[in-house]
């Protein structure tokens, strides 16, 4: 194009003259173009810069201190679901109180029953000819003294019957059911109060921290999108002003074309050195890396909620600080506590347990048993009481299955249904280890049904209260449409024994009997000897009991440590124990004296089936 201009110069009425004069005049034209698109790139890219730092603000729009988010249709208010939650457990201990005040007077007549009935069986009109004995030698004297000998035995056995009937009677007219009713209802529906307070505390805080994070996020997000947008729109402006400065030079390099002295002017144009600053961004220039804006944060987003989290010990400790009755467990949608708590009795082991499945560690073996439910798994065995390891696994137990006392430091963890929250308990070694038999009536069939009760304390009372749906009859009966589930039978301390009829007002159970089976691998059976008696050495000094059956129980309770009884007299009162230690099954007929006194001994007999252990007091 130099050498064309040139030629132009020196002759110009040449043919390519008119040609190259037109190419320029295209030339700028086009350039000139490019320029405006240049600009129009240029302030495009700061304007989107320009926005993305504006949407950062967007993110706070309409929220301030005091913003909340509750779901839809709450105002805040928790008092109202609190209230009437804890007005529902006042309630409930009230009537609660009823039932437990009938079955505990119910459970004291039945108590009083079997003694009565033990005295009225005592009773015999003629127990031997010793009785008659009399020093009189007068023939009328001897036969007064034996028609007043049998009128006072007839008379105290008329007694006894009255007695036992009256109390028979008391028992038979005490129908705890309808308070036992009302009880399970008033239970359901204060546990329905609790879970519609805790569903919507969790509610609460499932949109709260959704928003929360919601609102950190959209202002992290945004603030990150406007620093990308800086270094887009910096590197647009640094592209376009490399372009500025390129177009520049051919615009001048155009003009060079028509100079007087166009070597210079081209010379001129090489030399010269462009000023981009026309192509900048504003928005470039104004970013501060440390200069992101921070919103009005809602308080409650730094602060929390007024209310603690139902899935927290602090809930409780706080929301159902001094109800009248205990809360059940949280099953809230938010919930993850377990159903089950596990109670430590240390010093014990099972007669025999399932080697086939061993767990290292405790909470490996606490999740196989919860999965199984009681009705599968009675707890679990740690040989050490340690916790358990890969080279001393725990083991898990199965229902029914005796404990005994152990020599090695083992201790046996004992999982019922937690019916409240934070009931995990450890505790020393159980008193005894007694079976009972209890028989109970169930509605829906005839006659009664009976269960051998395992792993019970010598003085247990059974009784059903109320009705669960974890059970393997439970859930049955849940599937049936009963929502409560099955009728449990529990002990005192509300573990759950034995099953009963599907949950219903038509269909409940109630005991009507239990008798102590045995304790310690010893069973509630005794060989009397009558004009036997032992020493005082053989007796365990500091026991005297005025009825057999606190004796024999007592007895049972102590397992080895206790032979059996002594009767003075063989009167049915003042009972004495046999130390276990001095007279023994194989020896007690060489330790054993006659008595001119008519006392007798009570044998207590072991359980063929099963190992005999010591008991404690």
Known sequence: MAQAAKADKADPVATDSANLTDFVVQMKGILDEMLRDLMNSTNLANAACQAAYNNISACGAGVNSSTVFYPAGFNGDFTTYKTNHSTCRSEQHQVQTRASRCEATRDAYITLENEYLAAFRALNEYNSPQECASAETDVQTYLQSMVTHFQNTR????????????????????????????????????????????????????????????????????WNHYVAMVQNTNNTVVDNQWEYRA???????????????????????????????????????????NGKPVPTQPAVCQAGLPVSHPNTDQFAATEYAGLAASPSLCYATCCTQSMYTFTTHSGWAPASYDSSTSYSSISDARSACESLTPSACYGVFDIS????????????????????????????????????????????LPAVNCTWDVTFNRTD????????????????????????????????????????GAWVMSNRAGRIVADGSCCSSTKFNRVVGQTLHGCNGYLNTWNQSQNRYFSVAKIIRGLRY????????????????????????????????????GVTTANWDSEVLVSSQGTCIYEKKPDATAVQTTGSN
């Open 155 to 222: 008379i105290a056995w008329w007694e006894a019957y009255h007695r036992l009937q009256n109390i028979t009677t008391n028992i038979s007219n005490m129908d705890c059911t309808v308070d036992t009713l009302a009880q399970v209802s008033k239970k359901s529906q204060c546990d329905q109060d609790q879970l519609t307070y805790e569903n919507l505390v969790c509610s609460v805080y499932q949109t709260t921290n959704e928003s929360c994070q919601t609102y950190v996020n959209c202002n992290d997000n945004a």
């Open 247 to 289: 177009i520049k030079r051919l615009q001048c390099l155009l003009d060079a074309f028509a100079a007087t002295d166009m070597d210079a002017a081209i010379d001129a144009c090489i030399q010269a050195r462009y000023d981009p600053s026309s192509v900048s961004s504003a928005c470039v220039s104004s970013y501060n890396p």
């Open 385 to 428: 009481c340690d916790g358990a390891t890969a080279a001393q696994p725990a083991y898990l137990i199965t229902p029914g299955t005796v404990l005994q006392a152990s020599s090695s430091g083992s201790c046996v963890l004992v999982m019922r249904l937690a019916t409240e929250r934070n009931t995990t308990v450890t505790t020393t």
């Open 546 to 581: 005025s009825t057999v059956v606190e004796a024999k129980r007592h007895c049972l309770s102590l397992g080895s440590l206790c032979w059996g009884l002594m009767d003075d007299g063989c009167d049915g009162s003042g009972f004495a124990l046999v130390d276990g230690i």
């Open 445 to 484: 069939v005839t006659g009664v049904g009976t269960a051998r009760i395992t792993q019970s304390t010598v003085d247990e009372a059974f009784r059903f209260t109320t009705c669960s749906n974890e059970t393997a009859e439970g859930q049955s009966c849940a599937s049936q449409g009963y929502a409560n």
